[in-house]
């Protein structure tokens, strides 16, 4: 089952504590979080209003979740919270999953296969 981050104030303070990790299709935002929720990992998935529609958004949200479960998440002891960009939803599948796999591993939670 998928732990998502709910409350607002989680999700604001994993913003301003949590690592920013860029790709140029998702940003991640890490943050390792055992003394607050034990050994349960969650995760939270972002599409501003800026950046398009609700039919983009929503597009968006699906493609993030896919990404969550195709890379193993959520990881225990941390937050993660997945913050769509523009070229989200207008990339290549494997390249999206590959720049994430990548940098997931530049931190430390995934290794490299």
């Known amino acids: 089952m998928l732990e998502t981050i709910k409350s607002s104030t989680e999700v604001s303070y994993v913003f301003t504590h949590?690592?920013?990790l860029n790709t140029p299709f998702v940003t991640l935002i890490v943050l390792q979080n055992e003394k607050q929720h034990g050994q349960t990992g969650r995760v939270a998935f972002v599409?501003?209003?800026k950046l398009g529609n609700a039919v983009w958004r929503n597009r968006a949200k699906r493609r993030m979740r896919a990404l969550c479960r195709d890379l193993g998440g959520p990881w225990d002891r941390y937050d993660v919270i997945f913050l769509a960009r523009r070229r989200t939803t207008e990339a290549i599948y494997s390249?999206?999953?590959d720049a994430c796999e990548k940098a997931?591993?530049?931190i430390g939670l995934r290794t490299s296969q």
Do not use: F, N, Q, T
Request: charged residues 40%; glycine residues 16%.
């Open 18 to 20: 949590g690592k920013r």
């Open 47 to 49: 599409a501003g209003k």
């Open 95 to 97: 390249k999206v999953l």
């Open 104 to 106: 997931l591993v530049d």
